[in-house]
C-alpha cells in the first residue's frame, strides 16, 4: 500500500525561534493516521533542535541533502551517518535548485540515492523538467531520463525504499501550479517507466508533486490516482497552510 506524504522544504529559511514556532504549531495537530506521513525537512543547521522538539509528535524529519561521501575532507557538508545520528529519517535528493544551482547532475543524484539507500534512510529523489523543456514537448522524456540515471545505478529492487518527487521546475516558488491533469500524466508516465521492470514496486511507489502546491489548489492535486503526497516549499512555512494540505492528503487516502 502506498503512503501519502506531506514534506515541507523549509529550503534555507527560519531561525531558532521561527522554526521552534511553527514546528510547536505543526506537533500540535499533526495526524496520526496509517499511511499518512507528515515531514518536516529544515535547514541542516536546524535538524538537531527539530528533531529534539518533536518528541513523540507524529512527524518525521529529513534532510534537504547530504554528501555520499563517508566521511572525512570534505569542507562544509555532511554524511548520512551524521544524519542518522540526529535520528533523521528522510533526505531530499536531486531538487531542482541543488541541480541548477549547485551543478549536481544525474549522475551524482544517483550516487546519493544509492548511499542513503544503503545508510537505511529514505531518498525523496526529486525530478522535473524546466520550462523550455516542457515548451519543447519534452517533459516526459526528461523526466524518464532523470528517473533512468538512478534506475541504472540502484535497479527497480532500490526504489522498493525510494519516495519520488515530481517537481515541474516552472512551477517552484512562482505560484504557477501543473495542472491536475498535467501532473497526472507526469507522475503516471514515472510508474508505468518502472512498472516495465517490477508492477509491484511501481504500484507501492509514492509519487509526490510539488511546484507552487497549497491550500486552496492540494486537494485537487491530491485526488489524482497517482499523486501520492506533496513536496512543499512557501506554504510549509506557515503551520495553517500546511496542516490544511496536511487534511487533504488525509482526506485523498479515504
Ligand atoms: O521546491 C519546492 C519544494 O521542494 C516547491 O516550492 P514551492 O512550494 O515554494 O513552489
Known sequence: MRKTIVAGNWKMNGTRESIKTLLDAITDRAMKIDGLVTLVCPPAVYLSQVVDQIADAPVAVGAQNVSEQSKGAYTGEWSLEMLQDLGCKYVILGHSERRSLFGESDELVAEKVAATLEAGLVPVLCVGETLGQREAGDALVVVNSQISATLQRIGIEGFASVVVA??????????????????????????????????????????????SMNAANAAELLAQQDIDGGLIGGASLKADEFLTICAAAAESRK
Open 166 to 211: 515530481y517537481e515541474p521546475v516552472w512551477a517552484i516558488g512562482t505560484g504557477l501550479t501543473a495542472t491536475p491533469g498535467d501532473a497526472q500524466e507526469v507522475h503516471a508516465a514515472i510508474r508505468a517507466q518502472l512498472a516495465e521492470k517490477d508492477a509491484i514496486i511501481a504500484d507501492n511507489l509514492s509519487i509526490l508533486y510539488g511546484g
